[in-house]
């Protein structure tokens, strides 16, 4: 997994395409990697072949990052935006398996609402396509070290949240899907204005390989949080982590 990061992070240094907006996240979080750096003494003299407290410091050193970032995080900071000239064509097919393995919508779909929200009523794509829709041309920053701009449309993740009656004061958002992938989000980038539930990509609805019928698309976060094939949405007080945090990565994730 250590070997995983470095490569993904070399690569990430070597990409023209996304120096800059890369430059301008290590501008933000100067403070975050000089932390982060201190945190390494750790792990000095740590046998990696045994594991021998190795995983427990690492957990502590992710969730200390996170709790730092989640301090620099601001609902007032938006994500960069682009004309629709910009839009990359073709996008990038991307998820935590092939394009092979794509599944349809299952006849039956509809979002689910659970945990601490008054009206657990389920979502259509009609329902959410009735609520007000936010349009964005976006950069998708992945942790690989790609990053491609596209063009999503839906409503507002907080419209949602506000129409379920969500307890906005709760800490966690998690997000599961039907094709086996979960995350989740904390309250106040969930609130953030450009965190959408996309139901068109490149103005047309979403397709399969791209999430459908929604999926969650949050700009200012790396890509792996912006998850596909959404079928439920839990409110909570109880981190739920994610398919991905799970397995190490950073929880926050911001950019």
Not at 13 to 42: C, W, Y
Not at 52 to 58: S, V, Y
Not at 119 to 147: F, K, M, N, Y
């Amino acid at each position: 997994m250590i070997r995983r990061h470095i490569a993904a992070a070399r690569a990430a240094v070597t990409t023209d395409e996304i120096r800059p907006e890369l430059a301008r996240i290590g501008r933000r979080h100067a403070v975050l990697r000089g932390l982060s750096l201190g945190s390494l003494g750790l792990l000095t003299g740590c046998d990696l072949s045994t594991h021998n407290g190795i995983d427990a410091a690492l957990w502590a050193m992710l969730r200390f990052n996170d709790r730092v970032q989640a301090a620099l995080f601001s609902r007032s900071r938006l994500a960069q935006t682009f004309p629709v000239s910009d839009v990359t064509d073709p996008f990038r097919f991307n998820a935590f398996y092939d394009e092979w393995q794509v599944r349809d919508v299952p006849e039956d779909w509809k979002l689910e609402m659970a945990g601490l929200v008054s009206d657990r009523s389920p979502w259509t794509v009609d329902l959410l396509r009735a609520l007000p829709q936010a349009d964005q041309v976006t950069r998708h920053i992945c942790i690989e070290g790609w990053s491609q701009i596209g063009h999503w449309s839906g409503p507002k993740l907080s419209d949602v949240l506000a129409r379920a009656g969500a307890d906005l004061t709760a800490r966690y958002i998690g997000f599961s899907c039907f094709d086996g992938y979960s995350t989740s989000l904390d309250m106040a980038s969930a609130l953030h204005p450009q965190t959408i539930l996309a139901v068109d990509f490149l103005g047309k609805p979403l397709a399969p390989e791209w999430g459908a019928p929604v999926r969650l698309r949050i700009p200012v976060k790396l890509g792996f949080k912006s998850a596909k094939s959404l079928q439920s949405i839990v409110v909570s007080n109880t981190n739920p982590g994610g398919y991905w945090e799970n397995q190490g990565y950073n929880w926050f994730s911001g950019v």
